[in-house]
């Protein structure tokens, strides 16, 4: 049994009512100068043409990386957001040893099309591992800005910085975390998801207006939104500086979708078997456009009804990260989908599944062969158990309180939801002595730390792993929930392995990794609501090899968990 709140109702019934988003009047055949036009008061700036949506590079291997841009020169045109561009264009590319372009070492010539918008994405191989190189586009007689990238390096490798984020919602603020990410010092970036939202204008928040497009459902309104979101300049720069890693959550296809199961039939995309199945193909492809993820092989093509994007990334001797997609292959969540729900028979169906059958073999082959000092799962929804028993008088009455047995969970779409799954998972880790391993993870709009034990119901078993979750680039948490008290009080007192809450600020963070430990920083935004930001470190942790984590500087650890 379960309560009738989904995650979207349950996020923002605290929220205050505002002003609702301005109805922007965004014109078919709309040219690149005039959607900006539109787009300023909000925070959109383009680059010059035919380059609108600026290059982005991602997927590093030691020796190869993935180039993308898009072409355009009307990118919120719904009937061709490349607008005048022929329907088919050679770009050229090159790459460089420096800023300047002088000493190249490789160049060559894509063909972009009208069919695929017009992306570009180019596997540049036979390059040095762990090196810095720059790049750019040329086409139609114009240049590209100048991206810089990085490749994967190779053991022994002594250091390497990741960034991590999450969940950027247009309308609810500007994307500062990424101005203040281009001053980090850092190899790559992995996006765990909802890079973009598909909601309505005024659907879900209300700061900014919605990027141009009603709901998205078609394959030019997916490309539509994700050119307003790439006309943020700071996201644009980000893109421009560091090679991103990154995978979708829901909100890139359909809010809480669960493999070919939509949240919902009410929408117009969702409406039967073969629309959503549309929509769901439609979404793919236009993810695939607009991010320099690695191009599909032949038997994994983006135009088949599947797209797979879990994949594995090793950094030397150091870093192995396995990638994964916890939506595609998913069964549907058991309990109604409840946001807060008492658990229900299907959250121990031992046919449930969050990852799918071959994914789950790949991740734990991945972890069993694995020799580098670390393991790390990117992915998208918290992996350790959440209990709500502490929030239960805050909580709507369910009728199945913990009186009539039972625990009570934070989400069903989280890994709580799949518990036959979540303890496969626990249990590899322990019964074959997978050492130094950690998770990270976004989607919840907060930030946490929380031991992975072998038997959450149980304090004095194993802790197998460790779980960084970070705070949303600007979507709402806590903060439309009356703050971080008293949920945190709650929530600390009926989960002793949980370390630490905050539940209200934005920003990124940051794993500063070497062979002795991984120093996790969190760092905050002073404001979303302006398109400038100062950042400061909200609490930083220290997981020593073959040690158990530890804060050495923040406050409002969890006193029950040891920390």
Avoid at 312 to 323: A, C, E, K, R, T
Avoid at 525 to 550: F, H, K
Wanted: charge should be negative; hydrophobic fraction near 35%; aromatic fraction near 10%.
């Amino acid at each position: 049994m379960s309560t009738t709140w989904t995650r979207r109702s349950f996020m923002s019934a605290a929220a205050a009512a505002g002003v609702g988003g301005l109805m922007l009047p965004y014109g078919v055949g709309m040219l690149r100068d005039e959607a900006e036009a539109q787009m300023q008061p909000l925070g959109v700036r383009f680059d010059a043409f035919p380059f609108p949506l600026g290059v982005a590079s991602g997927d590093p291997t030691a020796d190869s990386v993935i180039l993308q841009t898009r072409l355009s020169d009307a990118p919120f045109d719904l009937d061709a957001p490349w607008g005048n561009i022929p329907e088919d264009v050679d770009v050229h590319w090159v790459v460089a040893e420096d800023a300047r372009l002088r000493r190249i070492v490789a160049q060559g010539t894509v063909g972009s099309s009208s069919t695929r918008g017009h992306a570009v994405h180019v596997d540049v191989t036979g390059l040095e591992p762990g090196k810095v190189y720059w790049y750019q586009f040329a086409a139609l007689g114009a240049r590209s800005r100048i991206g810089r990238t990085k490749t994967a390096g190779i053991a022994p490798l002594q250091r390497l910085r990741i960034a991590y984020l999450s969940c950027q919602s247009f309308p609810h603020g500007y994307f500062t975390a990424y101005q203040n990410l281009l001053d980090e010092d850092v190899d790559v970036v992995f996006h765990l998801g909802d890079y973009m939202y598909e909601y309505a204008d005024g659907g879900y928040g209300d700061l900014r207006s919605s990027p141009p497009v009603d709901q998205v459902f078609s394959l030019n309104s997916y490309r539509v939104r994700y050119a307003a979101y790439r006309g943020d300049p700071w996201l644009r720069a980000c893109h421009a500086r560091f090679p991103f890693i990154t995978t979708w959550d829901d909100h890139e296809i359909d809010n809480n979708w669960a493999g070919e199961t939509p949240e919902n039939t009410s929408d117009e995309g969702n409406a039967t078997p073969a629309a959503y199945a549309e929509r769901r193909f439609n979404a793919f492809q236009a993810y695939h456009e607009n991010l320099p993820i690695r191009p599909a092989p032949e038997d994994n093509a983006i135009d088949a009804p599947a797209y797979q994007i879990y994949r594995q990334f090793v950094f030397g001797d150091l870093l192995d990260v396995s990638v994964l997609d916890t939506r595609q292959y998913r069964t549907d969540q058991p309990c109604d989908d409840g946001f807060v729900t008492v658990n229900c028979a299907d959250q121990a169906d031992p046919d449930a599944t969050i990852m799918g059958p071959t994914q789950r073999d790949w991740l734990f082959g991945n972890l069993s062969t694995s020799t580098a000092a670390w393991r790390v799962i990117a992915q998208q929804l918290i992996v350790s158990q959440v209990s709500s028993l502490g929030l239960s008088t805050l909580l709507p009455d369910t009728g199945a309180g913990p009186a009539q047995g039972g625990n009570l969970y934070f989400s069903a779409d989280q890994w709580d939801g799949y518990l036959v799954e979540r303890q496969a998972l626990m249990s590899h880790l322990a019964d074959n002595a997978i050492p130094d391993t950690f998770v990270i993870t976004g989607d919840i709009h907060s930030s946490w730390v929380l031991d992975m034990k072998e038997d959450f119901d149980d304090p004095s078993s194993a802790t197998v792993g460790t779980e960084f979750v970070g705070t949303s680039v600007t979507s709402p948490g806590f903060e439309q929930l009356g703050g971080n008290e008293p949920f945190r009080t709650g929530l600390y007192a009926s989960n002793p392995h949980m370390k630490y809450l905050e539940g209200t600020r934005k920003g990124y963070t940051i794993a500063d990794i070497t062979h002795d430990g991984v120093t996790v920083t969190y760092r905050v935004v002073d404001t979303i609501e302006e398109n400038r930001s100062g950042v400061s470190t909200q609490s930083e942790w220290l997981l020593p090899r073959g040690g158990a984590v530890e804060q050495v500087a923040g406050d409002s650890v969890n006193p029950l968990s040891g920390a």
